[in-house]
């Protein structure tokens, strides 16, 4: 069954190249999603990584959004914690304001970095995690019509109607989403444990809002399409890589893919591997479409949304395409 499949790209800064070759791929990306019938394309905040390129995640989108000129353009997410609501409503409101019709706005509430780039972002750490349902209550506000009177408006933001989603890899991102009757987007593509769980309880929970009147839940996974399943697990040695080096607290660019990939790993290794990366779609067309088809069947998701995380950035490109070959 066809459904909206969407790119999730997290502009990775490719070992050997530089933060600008990064977002010049990204421009890249976005244009061959447009072209392939994408429904958005979406960047993600992340602070102080060596291996993504798109911390300043608004700035980013101006430049998504400047070289397309149909596709949704948001992002996958805004981390709300670190932002006051006001600030994130201006620059969202001014994008919108730019590429009408075009922008929204996914969020979440990680800091998306370590505890010492969180304290140099001046997030408030002892914060609530109550607030959060708060904050997005707030933003909602800026982007609404002002009332007589209001002693804030978002300038630009006001009026805008900017789209949320919310993001989660959790049960208690479900349960907001669900209570907000806002869309919902799972991060299978890094916390697989809980996608089923999920999954039930937005759905469940869901109550209708203005802007949603039923739920609408998308997952994001990883795809890899190469010509053969052979030389897509090549590939998909890069991110193995980066998860591995996470694991162990090493800061680097996004790796070369590596051949004899098994011999460097140890059991541990490949345990932790084969679960958080099980949901990952990797192989050939055929491949890729069998393993597509079990996850929607599964899932029952309503739209999917792509990371493509390949170090060679043709072969990233020629898998944004073979992937809406398939999808479509």
Partial sequence: MAIPYSLLDLAPISEGFSVKDALNNSTRMAMEAERSGYERVW??????????????????LTHIANATSTIKVGAGGIMLPNHAPLVVAEQFGTLAELFPNRIE???????????????????????????YPQDIQELQHYFGTPKEGQPIVAVPGANTHVPLWLLGSSLYSAQVAARMGLPYSFASHFAPDALFDALHVYRSMFQPSSQLSAPKAMAGVMVVIADTDEEAELLFTSVKQQFMNMRRGLNKPFAKPMRGFDEYCTASDKAMLSSVLRYALVGSRETVQNKLAQFIEATEIDEIIVSMPIYDIEARLNSVSAFAQLAS
């Fill in 43 to 60: 960047l993600a905040e992340h602070h102080g990584m060596h291996g993504v390129a798109s911390s300043a995640t608004s700035v980013v």
């Fill in 105 to 131: 706005l996914g969020l979440g509430r990680a800091p998306g970095t370590d505890m010492a780039t969180a304290r140099a972002l001046r997030r408030n750490l002892q914060s609530d995690v109550d607030s």
